[in-house]
């Protein structure tokens, strides 16, 4: 069974079509970067793998499963970080992750380790608002995996990490199926095995060819 | 139980949040003292019409300040993300929107508490057992209806706008029975009346209920894309 069997996908926002038609298909454990400039339809995309967005025409499914209907069932099997890091400033970076375990149905345990995993366990009581961007950044992915999630949704997750952060990406990635949008080749290239070049909301070519990445800008 | 740890939890994030920040509460408050202390200059508040005055006074500050601690409710976490985050869980919108309702009801108990006694103090209004359960009681469903309309306004850009546009309409119903019963209390006279106003407590809790479930059903379509 795939973990992701997108067919004739398409999204739009109002009569502008966002997004496809588009075709896609991942195997479990499979990482797929989502390339493209801005506007291209990376987003959009990575909204409905997440379940925060409905298709507006075409089918999805995640593990066989229809990703509209039981989109709460799959929620707890995916993990989505999107350009908002959804965080709480006022909390600690332990309360944050704590606060979101609990709505996993999770303890202070698994809070713990995925604060352990970010490597923020020396600012556990820091509140976020007091972080920097980068251990923002950090905590967001903590978030993002807080419930060991099957599949990641990340959303240019690199834009402030450092090369220690970039590790931890690569690291949290493994075993998981990913899908990735970033501008970062180099970073794309090492953590995925699998690239969708995005132009117009349409798949557009193998964007391993630099020629095709170097014309989008 | 998932269902109420979630609601704990929200409702617990909300007030944690609020008391670390001080942003809302200490502002309400002086909205407060300074609407009553301009009534008591706009309005000829001799002793025998104070108590005829107050209930108006106390359920417009009630009201106004209601529209600014439930105008904040939903807005700030939609611009930050944390609202979609917590929809993404499997805690769904039914138990972020009852956290998000209870916490609301209990920012506004915190008004309504710094309100009656500065009703008393400014105003010389008097303040007995019906006046307050009056005006808890009517917290509660001002809470889930103003919650609901938080969460609608805030998927737009005029929520400002929409939602004392939304709210105000559906608040009349406990203004309307609310006033009478503290209008009686304060006058020291039994409630009595026609219809509505013969039991006005057990109306307010009438209301109550139907607003909370009508507003815990509609909250998933108002917070789900």
Redesign the interface.
């Known amino acids: 069974m795939k973990a992701v069997s997108a067919r004739g996908l398409v999204q739009r926002f109002g009569a502008t079509v966002a997004l496809g038609p588009l075709d896609l298909e991942l195997d479990g454990g499979e990482r797929l970067a989502v390339l493209g400039g801005n506007g291209a339809g990376k987003t959009t995309l990575l909204r409905l793998l997440a379940t925060a967005a409905r298709p507006a025409a075409g089918r999805l499914e995640l593990w066989g499963l229809d990703a509209v209907r039981h989109r709460e069932r799959l929620r707890t099997r995916i993990g989505y970080l999107g350009h908002q890091l959804g965080l709480y400033p006022a909390l600690s970076a332990a309360e944050n992750l704590q606060f979101f375990a609990t709505l996993y149905g999770l303890g202070r345990t698994e809070a713990a380790e995925a604060l352990e995993l970010a490597g923020l366990a020396a600012v556990a009581t820091r509140r976020a608002g007091e972080l920097s961007r980068g251990q923002l950044q950090r905590l967001g992915l903590a978030r993002a995996v807080v419930h060991r999630p099957e599949l990641l949704v990340l959303d240019e997750p690199d834009a402030s990490l450092d090369a220690e952060g970039r590790a931890l990406l690569a690291r949290i990635a493994e075993g998981r199926t990913l899908v990735l949008a970033t501008h970062d080749l180099v970073l794309a290239r090492r953590i995925c095995g699998r690239a969708l070049l995005l132009r117009g909301g349409r798949a557009a070519g193998d964007p391993w060819r630099f020629r095709i990445l170097e014309a989008e800008g | 139980m ?1 269902f109420w ?2 609601v704990a ?2 409702t617990l ?1 909300d007030l ?2 609020e008391l ?2 001080r942003e809302l509460l200490p502002a309400l408050a002086q909205f407060i003292v300074l609407a009553l202390v301009i009534s008591n200059f706009a309005f000829d508040m001799t002793p025998g019409i104070t108590v005829h005055l107050s209930p108006g006074v106390l359920w417009l500050v009630l009201t106004f300040a209601g529209l600014v601690a439930f105008g904040r409710t939903f807005a700030a976490e939609k611009e ?3 609202l ?3 929809l ?5 919108p039914s ?1 972020v929107f009852a956290g998000k309702a209870l916490a609301a009801a209990v920012f506004l108990a915190c008004c309504e508490a710094v309100l009656l006694p500065a009703l008393a103090v400014v105003l010389g209004s008097p303040i007995d057992a019906q006046v307050v359960a009056s005006v808890l009681l009517a917290t509660v469903g001002m809470a889930a209806l103003g919650s609901l309309f938080a969460a609608l306004a805030a998927q737009t850009r005029a929520r400002e706008l929409l939602l004392p546009v939304l709210a105000l309409p559906l608040w009349i119903p406990f203004v309307v029975v609310g006033g009478r019963a503290v209008q009686a209390a304060m006058a020291g006279q039994p409630i009595g009346g026609q219809g509505l106003f013969h039991q006005p407590l057990a109306v307010l809790l009438d209301f109550d209920i139907l607003f909370l479930v009508v507003a815990s059903l509609a909250a998933r379509f108002v917070l789900e ?1």
């Open positions: 998932r740890n979630a939890a929200v994030k944690r949040t670390r920040g930050s993300g944390s979609e985050a917590m993404l869980t499997p805690a769904g138990a894309d």
